[in-house]
């Protein structure tokens, strides 16, 4: 390791340290070095001889009696693990997912497709009313005002459709919300 | 060696190091590491600690070749702690010699 190497690792794990106290600890190692260099060692010699700047940077701390939270956290912390679910919240999850949430789900699913669709359906309808009544002469006039009523229609079922969408969405999600957080939390 | 003997006792090492004399980091890292079975780096923390509980004093001073360094020198309370340890190392040393002996015979 060289001197630049061996100061770097060693600024590395001194990790949290103020700023004061880490220039002061590589001031008086990059010292060292340059002593040992004075004296003809070479910059691999030196650092060898001072040993592992992690031991070094750990004794360092140790000295410092720093308060722990300061201290740099280790990446391996464990998280806190969430408690396993009781049996009571387990039936309950399951329960009133198989039993209540899942007919719901596809029963409102049923209704809001059926809005959907039975609006695109009116708007089609509205469509094709017009265009034929525009290409065949006699009954024009009926024929336009039957076709504008159906794509008035249809923009109030666009409406209707996009809150049922809207509300479909909103009610699912907020479900799964609540049942993840009944499994971790508990009933 | 075993590292849990020497951690307590180096402090005491450094400070008797300092008490023939002025010294600079890398000069007591030599004189221990070459009696003591250490790396040079392991006297620097303890410097430290000893000046910041004020056992030892520093000071820059001009070298020959290079630039000033930082001398540590024992201070009064430094000295006083010296002795108490020292005694108390004495002691300690002569029971645990007396406590193997026994088992020798």
């Known amino acids: 390791m060289t001197k630049k190497e061996y100061l770097d690792k060693l600024t590395k794990e001194l990790g949290s340290m103020s700023y004061n106290d880490v220039k002061d600890i590589l001031s008086d190692i990059e010292d060292h070095f340059t002593v040992g260099i004075s004296a003809g060692k070479t910059e691999e010699d030196i650092a060898n001889d001072l040993g592992d700047p992690k031991a070094l940077a750990a004794d360092y701390k140790e000295g410092m009696d720093l308060p722990k939270i300061l201290e740099k956290k280790t990446v391996n912390e464990k998280k806190p693990k969430a408690p396993e679910p009781t049996s009571a919240t387990v039936c309950f999850c399951v329960l009133i997912t198989v039993f209540v949430a899942i007919p719901a789900f596809f029963s409102l699913l049923a209704v809001v497709l059926t809005i959907v669709l039975s609006e695109i359906a009116v708007a089609l309808g509205g469509i094709a009313l017009l265009a034929f009544f525009w290409t065949f002469g006699p009954f024009k006039a009926t024929g336009l005002l039957g076709g504008l009523a159906l794509i008035a229609l249809a923009v109030f079922g666009y409406a209707l459709s996009y809150f049922a969408v809207k509300y479909f969405v909103l009610g699912t999600k907020w479900y799964i919300a609540f049942i993840r957080k009944t499994w971790h939390e508990g009933l | ?105």
């Open chain 2, 1 to 105: 060696m075993n590292n849990q003997f020497k951690k307590g006792v180096l402090d005491l090492c450094v400070l008797t190091i300092l008490k023939k004399g002025d010294s600079y980091g890398y000069d007591v890292a030599d004189t221990l590491s070459g009696k003591i079975q250490v790396s040079d780096g392991t006297v620097y923390p303890i410097l430290r600690k000893l000046a910041s509980d004020g056992l030892v004093s520093t000071y820059l001073k001009e070298s020959q070749n290079g630039p000033p360094r930082k001398y540590y020198h024992l201070t009064d309370e430094g000295a006083k702690k010296l002795e108490a340890d020292k005694q108390e190392w004495d002691v300690f040393t002569k029971a645990v010699r007396e406590i193997l002996e026994d088992e020798d015979k």
